[in-house]
């Protein structure tokens, strides 16, 4: 079945790696079945929504890989809303309320001393048209509750399993705010309905949500879509990421230089009965993804272990797919430094120990050694031979071998201990400019 899924987010921050899991899932689920991604902006809170937050969800959309078939604003829709709220005012599933929030907290607390559960009480269904005329004079407006069923709302969750939620544990959710504005919950049914999507994949902060919008879906005559709710994440030490989120945005990992792939990778396979491991494109995560291989269990995330695997990722990457990004570099270079690299950026590092100032380190009791060998380079023109070619001479000649034959050379040519390997470095490095080191 050719899966219409959403990801919905709020233009009112950019989104972290939370989010961009939420939206991979989707993805991944859409594109599996040969299905859509529709993009959805909820700004229905026209206050905090920007457009510059929407655009950097875009921009992170297509930095992830992700191509939606469909773009819509909430914000474009209040008049679907609105004729929506008004067919369930006129039929009683939309109820005025006139309790201010003092009102409503004192209430609570009342419930709460006697051990009752926090419920609304729905004191407002008993207003007469005569009450609310007088409490509209005295210049209340009201807030619109939605009227729960109060049955077991059950569904296959394609994550978690049978759900069942007794509404009547519930109170009866405000849709509509006392100045007209929405809350998120029925505009997210109205699209859902509206724009055919058939799997809702969210986090499990949205649980309890999923009872109430079955039923509001079902009040509206429409058929429920399916359901899948994920774990969320939580960071090394198994607790929520919500302190640190700023630093975990995905513009922030983009202009960290990490790989999207590896982003993607992670976030794709982190709680899931898979091992996490680099992916070069989307193909084998496709090919691999169910939603059923999902854990209930918090996923991990750990900043360290992505960095990882954005190194693990670079140390396969062929040249084709980062030349463009290293305009001024050549395939052999690539192929010698994309071992010994976390970030792509890292490349500079290698640049200049291949052609920058280098102060090489050769220790007094190698200076000797260090000076036959570079009586001993071979002409050019050099080649991945060329290294080895030398070291038998300079082994020949000295009788030294393995570590104290090769440290001292690459400390002298590189002024480092550890790196990439030398047999791909020297070339690079070329005969003059191993001469200069070497002596
Ligand atoms: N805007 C909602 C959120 O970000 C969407 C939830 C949903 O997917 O229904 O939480």
Redesign the pocket.
């Known amino acids: 079945m050719a899966a219409i899924v959403?990801?919905?987010?709020?233009p009112t921050g950019r989104i972290h790696i939370g989010?961009a899991r939420?939206a991979i899932l989707n993805w991944l689920m859409a594109q599996k079945t040969g299905g859509q991604f529709v993009l959805?902006y909820?700004d229905t809170d026209t206050a905090r929504s920007t457009q510059e937050y929407a655009e950097g969800i875009a921009t992170d959309m297509a930095w992830l890989g992700i191509r939606p078939a469909r773009v819509e604003w909430q914000s474009k829709r209040f008049a679907r809303y609105d004729e929506v709220s008004n067919r369930l005012r006129a039929e009683g599933r939309l109820y005025p309320c006139y309790e201010t929030a003092e009102e409503l907290d004192y209430r609570r607390k009342r419930q709460q001393s006697r051990n009752l559960p926090p419920i609304y009480d729905r004191a407002a269904l008993k207003l007469t048209g005569e009450d609310r005329a007088k409490l509209e004079a005295q210049g209340r407006k009201p807030h619109w509750r939605f009227r729960l069923d109060g049955r077991v709302v059950e569904w296959n969750d394609l994550i978690r399993g049978p759900q069942h939620i007794d509404t009547r544990t519930l109170s009866d959710p405000v849709l509509v705010r006392e100045d007209g504005s929405y809350l998120?919950t029925l505009p997210?049914v109205i699209d859902?309905i509206d724009f055919g999507i058939t799997h809702?994949?969210?986090?499990e902060?949205?649980v309890v949500?999923t009872a109430v919008?079955i039923e509001i879906t079902e009040a509206l005559g429409a058929g429920a879509p399916a359901y899948a709710h994920h774990s969320l994440l939580v960071g090394a030490d198994g607790k929520g990421l919500s302190k640190r989120l700023g630093s975990l945005s995905i513009a922030s990992m983009r202009e960290g230089g990490l790989e999207p792939m590896a982003v993607v990778s992670h976030a794709a396979l982190l709680g899931t009965s898979d091992n996490i491991h680099p992916c070069a494109d989307y193909t084998e995560l496709v090919d691999g993804f169910a939603l059923d291989k999902l854990s209930r269990a918090p996923a991990r995330f750990d900043e360290q272990e992505l960095l990882h695997l954005n190194a693990k990722l670079l140390h396969h990457l062929p040249w084709d797919a980062v030349k463009d990004r290293l305009p001024a570099d050549s395939e052999a270079f690539w192929l010698a430094i994309r071992g010994n690299i976390e970030k792509l950026s890292d490349a500079a590092t290698w640049r200049a120990v291949v052609s920058g100032k280098v102060t090489p380190a050769i220790d007094a009791e190698d200076a000797d050694f260090i000076a036959t060998a570079r009586g001993l380079l071979p002409p050019e023109p050099w080649d991945a031979t060329s290294w080895k070619v030398w070291t038998e001479a300079v082994k020949a000649a000295t009788g030294r071998k393995g570590k104290p034959l090769f440290m001292p050379l690459r400390k002298a040519l590189t002024g480092l201990e550890h790196g990439p390997e030398l047999a791909q470095l020297l070339p690079l490095i070329g005969r003059q400019t191993a001469l200069e080191r070497l002596g």
């Open positions: 959403r990801f919905a987010p709020s989010n939420t959805r909820d998120y997210s859902d809702v994949i969210r986090g902060d949205h949500n919008q």
